[in-house]
């Protein structure tokens, strides 16, 4: 789980026509590639601004990577629209009564594209050379398994040294499963390149590099996850261009069909109904928020916590820094994207100045110049490169001050905030989480006592025991209660306050392109692999 950050752009200009032809492998691209020969070749091409760094699929973490990664090696579990994890490769879970064991059953159909079937020991392989060499997020989830084993070409079973709730869950939605004929070739998995010779078990197999210009991808014989049993489209290529305005304008001539990368609002809406473009809207999975280092005085205090967050105007948030391009969580760690769990009962801390001056009050702060609160004076810390966050952050400061609350912004590049927020070098944490998909996990990352990623501080041993509730439910029905108790137990105490669930905007050409199926978060959107699998050429 990491923090998020998310890439914008402004207005197509006349200065962005001339950077797009400039840039040499953009430009190249689309003489190569584009618009009618895409179409006679049977190929979608999908624009994107950046190379894969990675091809390593239990190792790489960034965007391009995942796209292109996502649609080779198949994962255990996949996502719905309403957030919930439902079969992939893995057909049904579940663990034992006393959560000590768990067994999956994974379907039979599975082919890697050399040829040889999919099987029990590809997870076993990959799920033991994920926690014995600690990689990637998975890595996380598998700490107290104690073994996995095929028990039959589709059966596995694994033990645990204590019952772990969210590990099913935590691998099959996280975990790649890769060829064991191939990567255990490797003397080790994690530092295996896999830079050639692609062998792919998803819709599309890696066929053509050009580092700077061009991915392609050629559809694989079978995908039995695809209504037709393979995916419609033969080809996909995955185009780098410079920057997200670059890829608005070949979207517009007809040289992409997709955009992949997450499009700002006002060049969302320039594109949409234009000669048949169509922006579509995915929710993230994680949330922005402010978060209170509790270690320090006076934000130990639940009263000056409170304080603040009523200090802070949501609504205007939403409405002036998102443009409208978000949705409340009601102050809560629980997002609506993921129904299953989100509690409406949970109301948001909405802006009001003169209660956040009541607790202040009562907490013994008394009025100094300016009708500013003495002893009162804290610091909040940004990536500056982020620009909704820079923005609401002087919201922030604005609002608070009609409150009596003085807040001195400190923007600082990505890689000082990060490393602030992880040495609690701070009062105030303003910043993103981008995949928050499985609550009972990620609340337990974020608030239990000691967490790596607990970066307020909190030490509570009440919401710790809730905690343990949440990681010893066995099911999605069991952890509901514990989940909501665990949010609700943060929300009264407000250990952080959540504003928003930024909503991003994609775009492609539906006169070419139709039947997509919008997933949540700027990883999956209309470019997971079910959604390209099954989408339709047209025209």
Same mark, same amino acid.
């Given at each position: ?154 059966? $596995? ?308 025991? $809730? ?59 209309? $470019? ?12």
């Amino acid at each position: 789980m990491t923090v998020g950050s998310f890439l914008h752009g402004a207005d197509v200009s006349v200065m962005d026509r001339r950077r797009f032809v400039a840039s040499s492998g953009a430009f190249t691209a689309a003489l190569l590639g584009g618009g009618a020969l895409a179409q006679t070749r049977k190929r979608v091409v999908i624009g994107t601004n950046a190379d894969v760094q990675i091809y390593n699929p239990l190792v790489s973490n960034s965007r391009t990577d995942t796209w292109i990664l996502q649609l080779m090696y198949p994962r255990l579990m996949q996502m719905d629209a309403s957030g919930a994890k439902i079969p992939a490769l893995a057909k049904s879970w579940g663990y034992d009564p006393d959560g000590l064991r768990a067994r999956m059953t994974i379907r039979d159909d599975f082919t890697w594209s050399d040829g040889k079937k999919v099987t029990a020991e590809d997870v076993v392989f990959t799920v033991n050379a994920v926690a014995k060499e600690k990689i990637g997020v998975s890595g996380g989830y598998t700490a107290g398994m104690k073994l996995a084993r095929a028990v039959s070409p589709t059966e $596995i079973e694994f033990e645990f040294s204590g019952v772990r709730g969210p590990f099913l869950g935590g691998i099959g939605f996280w975990m790649p499963i890769v060829p064991a004929h191939i990567f255990s070739k490797a003397e080790s998995v994690k530092a295996f390149a896999n830079d050639k010779d692609w062998v792919s078990a998803g819709p599309y197999q890696l066929v053509s590099v050009e580092p700077g210009q061009r991915y392609v991808m050629r559809r694989t014989e079978s995908y039995p996850l695809a209504a037709a049993g393979k995916a419609n489209v033969e080809e996909i290529e995955f185009r780098v261009f410079p920057d997200v305005n670059s890829q608005a304008l070949a979207l517009r001539s007809g040289d992409l069909d997709m955009v992949a990368t997450t499009l700002p609002f006002t060049l969302a809406k320039s594109l949409d109904n234009v000669n048949g473009l169509k922006v579509a809207t995915v929710s993230s999975l994680g949330w922005s928020h402010i978060l209170y280092n509790v270690r320090r005085a006076p934000l130990n205090k639940v009263e000056v916590r409170q304080a603040l967050a009523y200090a802070v105007n949501p609504e205007a948030i939403r409405a002036v820094a998102l443009q409208g391009q978000a949705k409340g969580t009601g102050s809560s760690a629980l997002s609506p994207v993921i129904a299953r769990y989100f509690d409406p009962g949970l109301k948001e801390y909405s802006y009001n100045p003169d209660k956040a001056r009541q607790l202040l009050e009562s907490a013994g702060f008394k009025k100094g110049r300016g009708g500013m609160y003495e002893g009162l004076s804290l610091s909040m810390i940004f990536d500056q490169a982020d620009p909704y966050v820079s923005n609401w952050a002087q919201i922030v400061r604005d609002t608070s001050r009609d409150a009596g609350i003085d807040i001195k912004l400190s923007g600082s590049e990505r890689n000082t905030w990060l490393q602030r927020a992880r040495n609690a070098e701070f009062d105030l944490y303003a910043g993103n989480w981008s995949i928050l998909e499985d609550p009972p996990a990620s609340l337990d990352q974020l608030y239990r006592t000691g967490s790596f990623i607990n970066y307020g501080g909190i030490a509570d041993p009440e919401l710790d025991k $809730i905690l343990d509730q949440c990681a010893s439910a066995l099911t999605p029905e069991a952890a509901l209660a514990p989940v909501r108790a665990a949010a609700k137990l943060v929300h009264e105490k407000m250990y952080n306050n959540v504003l928003y669930v930024q909503e991003f905007n994609v775009a492609h050409n539906a006169k070419r392109v139709q039947d997509l199926e919008p997933r949540p978060s700027d990883l999956l959107s209309i $470019i997971n692999p079910g959604s390209l699998a099954n989408m339709k050429l047209v025209g």
